[in-house]
């Protein structure tokens, strides 16, 4: 088995699947009174110090949550609820068009329900938003603008966004900038108090962690018109009964992200040009996705295109040999459709629709590269012959 | 070409949802054969933002296609043919029904989705053969080519919606359920013991685009309201329509006639003539049809030379009837030894010889007992 699908989802540290298992046992509500109550939220307010100092923030910052999604929905639209309310003008939201579906979703959900002028920031072709882009757009009417939102790092293409720029761009203006860093924590610098933002996404299991929890890092200035109301955790910012096995795993996945960057990106990112390297040889007309330098890109993102393929027919050939990857993004029927990043980079839609895209994590191997290195030549031609349908 | 009575094969089952694929993809997995699940998302709905947003049903049936490969141990995956099926189908059955015929999407989809587009993409993907929960039944002759047959069970047939198979779309094609002699209450009782949810699923009867049944709403939506005139065989007008694509010949009920006929007898769609967009209805003796010409006759195996006598199946579910039948300038003549009733242009007439399958083609003109229309 080759698993190079670990943007979807990477394999659980064994650290921190023993922090979840020995919290899995110990009762106790983090919000009760009494002794387990209170250990509860011991266990709680470790972990938040944990990884508030892994991404460079303050334990007052981190507010978890059930994950990513919800940490970007809350973001994206807790921020424009309350700047809106603060100042009835602000109903403008910009936003990179390569957004993960969480945010690019969310915001166009204020379009459709709550009176929200939704503009997308121009891209380049490896679909980055320049800050220049950004202070443009803010600048026709920082009036009116209620938020922005930039990814740290994309999910499909792997491209690393200018976040420290863009913040500097939307704080001239006073602008809150939020930031869904999912993928880009654990593979690059993440450091919330030195990137300007005003929020960031991070979740659990795209680090080693549990799937289920993630996090907001807030800064302490903004309070967000909460999406789940309820008991008032978490600032009352997000109420709900914290998942104290699920925040302490976290923690533990959070703080070895860190610790085991600077290995991750050298170790990881070599393997990866390997494979790279072996995908084109193989298949010379194969286009890389993304930013071809190495700083410009998440280190475990191996991106592309096949021309003349369909994504699905070589997903189904690779599975059929055990190499598991990713056409792009997936969705609720399971069908495979053209990406919208791809096409917000101004790829052709029927190039569009052979993508696949292979992400490294902490288990991969050479014996991984070299399954694809071996497979991926022949499998290219045989959807060729299959062909676009 | 793949001989399909060897085994094991690598199969790419497709699956609906429903209990008969999910059985029949058992059945093969079961065999020894090497399958793999794909269930066809046909409907897109391009107007939702989201990616890849399908309507409620087509999300339902794709998981119960996907819990049944679980079950049965096989890999699934969901493929977009929406575009292959809007443009082969959907697009053809209103054209069809605007021209004012009757189509049968079912054999349409068969013919240019399920043994064509997926077939091709299966058989370039290194697959041997597709397989699908039709009812028929399969056998190869002595010079390797194929006949199709009526499935064991009479009932359940459904050899007419496959007649435009040729030998090359055969001979990659796997039907399990073919040589089964039970009702559908055991299908479902296979699929209860095989521990496949879909045991209980409700039949599909409808078109599968339409959902809710409303083919005139559909209809309506797409081709838009057109008044125009209901008349009798002599012309004389006795109601209005809001589309004549709305009717099929041989159609009772749904016509809204105010005056009853002077005899005091049903009266029945007889002609739709869309170019000056009138229904003409009249007695049930005017359906009767002695004669008719088919076009775009597909065989199953070398086609027959000189008139032939053959057993034919006029729709879907429909009996059989003696014809004689012969193939003149490309198209196919065919005389009924008796009169027959409720024949549309534009469904296929499918001719057998006692279970095999001869061939199929395309009702284009009718010739009535009574020359009235």
Known sequence: MAYLDHAATTPMLPEAVEALTAQLSITGNASSLHAAGRRARRTVEEARETLADALGARPSEMVFTSGGTEADNLAVKGLYWSRRDADPARTRVLASPVEHHAVLDAVHWLGEHEGATVEYLPVDSYGRVHPDALREAIARNPDDVALATVMWANNEIGTVFPIRELADAAAEFGVPLHSDAVQAFGQVPVDFAASGLAAMTVSGHKIGGPYGIGALLLGREYSPVPVLHGGGQERHVRSGTLDVPAIASFAVAGRLAAEQREWFAREIGALRDDLVEAVRKAVPDAILGGDPAAEGRLPANAHFTFPGCEGDSLLLLLDAQGIECSTGSACTAGVAQPSHVLLATGTDPDLARGTLRFSLGHTSTEADVEAVAKAIGPAVGRARTAGLS | ?373
């Open chain 2, 1 to 373: 070409m793949t001989d399909t009575s060897q085994r094991p094969l690598r199969v790419l089952a497709a699956m609906s949802g429903g209990v008969d694929s999910a059985v029949a993809a058992a059945r093969a997995a079961e065999a020894g054969h090497d399958v793999t699940g794909v269930h066809l998302a046909l409907s897109a709905n391009p107007q939702s933002f989201r990616t890849g947003a399908r309507g409620c049903c087509t999300i339902e049936d794709s998981r119960d296609a996907r819990r049944a490969a679980d079950v049965i141990g096989i890999p699934f995956y969901v493929w977009d043919l929406a575009e292959r099926f809007r443009e082969d189908v959907v697009e053809d059955f209103i054209a069809e029904y605007e021209a004012g015929r009757t189509p049968n999407p079912c054999l349409r989809c068969n013919e240019k989705i399920k043994f064509a587009a997926l077939l091709d993409k299966a058989l370039a993907l290194g697959f041997d053969a597709v397989c699908t929960g039709h009812y028929a039944k399969v056998t190869v002759r002595d010079d390797g080519t194929r006949e199709l047959h009526r499935a064991s069970d009479m009932a359940k047939d459904q050899s007419y919606v496959l007649g435009v198979l040729d030998d090359r779309q055969l001979a990659h094609a796997l039907f399990p359920l073919g040589d089964t002699v039970t009702t559908k209450d055991e299908i479902r009782a296979e699929a209860e013991r095989r521990g496949l949810a879909v045991a209980k699923k409700p039949d599909s009867h409808d078109i599968c685009f339409i959902a809710d049944g409303d083919t005139q709403g559909f209809l309506a939506g797409r081709l838009g309201r057109s008044e125009g005139d209901i008349v009798d065989e002599s012309g004389a007008k006795l109601g209005t329509h809001e589309g004549a694509y709305g009717f099929t010949i041989g159609q009772r009920k749904g016509l809204r006639i105010g005056t009853p006929a002077a005899d005091g007898k049903p009266r029945y769609v007889l002609d739709i003539s869309p170019v000056n967009n009138t229904v003409t209805v009249g007695p049930v003796d005017a359906l009767d049809v002695t004669a008719l010409t088919a076009i775009k006759p597909r065989w199953c195996g070398a086609a027959p030379t000189g008139p032939g006598t053959y057993t034919a199946q006029l729709r879907a579910h429909g009996g059989e009837t003696r014809v004689t039948a012969e193939l003149v300038d490309g198209q196919l003549e065919v005389s009924f030894a008796e009169a027959v009733r409720g024949v549309a242009p534009g469904q296929a007439i499918v001719l057998y010889e006692g279970t095999r399958v001869v061939g199929s083609a395309t009702i284009a003109t009718t010739t009535r007992a009574k020359a009235a229309v």
